[in-house]
C-alpha cells in the first residue's frame, strides 16, 4: 500500500486546513483508516480513525473531537481530515496511516506539515 499524504501549511490559530491522504496498491474500501500526528520532541500520537467500507465507525482523539473531522471518498480512494479551529498545539507532522486489519496499521505515508501560528 502506498500512501500519500498532503494538504498541510502554515495557517493563523483559529483557521482551517483539509488534509488529503490518497492511497494506492490496495482495494482502498478493504482498509481501515487513520491520522496521526507527532509534533517536535514528541512521540506519534492518535488523531482520529474510520473504519473500513463505508466507513461508518469515526473515532477521535479528545483533543480534536468537535474541531476535527475524518471522511473517506471510496470513488477516490481518499480519506480526509477536516480540521477547523486550528490550534499552536496542533502543529505537528500528520501522517496517514491504512489497516487491514481492524485498526492494526500495517502502512504509513510520509507525513505532512501542520504549522499553526498563534
Known amino acids: 500500500v502506498q500512501l500519500q499524504a498532503s494538504g498541510g501549511g502554515l495557517v493563523q490559530a483559529g483557521g482551517s486546513l483539509r488534509l488529503s491522504c490518497v492511497a494506492s496498491?490496495?482495494?482502498?474500501?478493504?482498509?481501515?483508516m487513520g491520522w496521526y500526528r507527532q509534533a517536535p520532541g514528541k512521540e506519534r500520537e492518535f488523531v482520529a480513525r474510520v473504519s473500513d467500507g463505508g466507513g461508518r465507525r469515526k473515532d477521535y482523539a479528545d483533543s480534536v473531537k468537535g474541531r476535527f473531522s475524518i471522511s473517506r471518498d471510496n470513488s477516490q480512494n481518499t480519506v480526509y481530515l477536516q480540521m477547523n479551529s486550528l490550534k499552536p498545539e496542533d502543529t505537528a507532522v500528520y501522517y496517514c496511516?491504512?489497516?487491514?486489519?481492524?485498526?492494526?496499521?500495517?502502512?504509513w505515508g510520509q507525513g505532512t506539515l501542520v504549522t499553526v501560528s498563534s
Open positions: 496498491g490496495t482495494i482502498f474500501t478493504a482498509n481501515s
Open positions: 496511516a491504512a489497516a487491514k486489519s481492524g485498526f492494526r496499521w500495517d502502512s
